[in-house]
């Protein structure tokens, strides 16, 4: 089967996966008082942290139009499917249905398309994509291929920690007060994906500690982990993912360890620092 994997920027691919043909990204718009910068292959992740850093203002995303996930069907492949942003946090999930639907319109159902909701972001979309290139590389039928997808995406676990509480600061998340505290007592909170929605586990004072805490959390979770996909995408930190890598891996084993590096969308999120765990 010819198939291609089109993602949001948020799907944050591995440097690999960049050079595959097989996916596609549609890329957000990230916006930093009046700077506007395009989350595509031309993103500069340490000159976008230090704009947001000397930002006055909360750096905004705005999801691609639909006539922008449309053009991006009108390819070769038979079978496309689609992997968004939780559509609990973007607009994005909403785009690519319309844009199937202005596809359809003018070609008809020529090819077969699916709109996945990740439920998710960053290494869960990366964690689901490579899942839809394994089963169609199996040769599955679509519908087979889009059902075990949505299955495997029900069973994820998204678990992240965040360097700065900044960003929540800004977006009224957090009151100027609880803030403070947070900074200065060194509280790092420890969050998961609860069904699309981002939700507050636990703190911990350190971010050694979090992250710690973070795998006890991830590997109690996770199930049976020993032919799970571990995907860790961090935000300028390698050395933090490796880190965790390791945490990990001395509580269980996984069939295999990927890990990726934050493009715009879930830097803008996550923050200089921030790591990002899907099992």
Known sequence: MT??????????????????????MVPLTLQVDDAQVIDDETFDQKSFLEL???GKECPKTACPSPEKFKEAFECGAENIFVITLSSHLSGTYNAAVVGKELYEEEHGKDKNIAVVDSLSASSGELNIAMKIRDLCEQELPFDEVVK?????????????????????????????LQAFFATTLNIKPIMAGDKGVIVKL?????????????????????GDTKNKRLIIAHCNNRDRAEQVKELLCSRASFGEIVITDTAGVATV???DGGIIVTL
Request: with cysteine.
């Open 3 to 24: 198939y291609k994997i089109i993602g949001d920027s948020c799907l944050d691919l591995t440097d690999e996966l960049k050079k595959d043909a097989r996916f596609q």
């Open 52 to 54: 947001v850093k000397n």
């Open 148 to 176: 075990q997808a949505e299955s495997y995406r029900d069973s994820m676990e998204t678990f992240f920690v965040l360097e700065s509480l900044d960003f929540l600061r800004k977006n009224g998340r957090l009151t100027g």
């Open 202 to 222: 636990e703190q911990a004072r350190g971010m050694n500690k979090a992250l710690s805490r973070m795998a006890d959390i991830a590997v109690s979770r996770g």
């Open 269 to 271: 999120y996550a923050g």
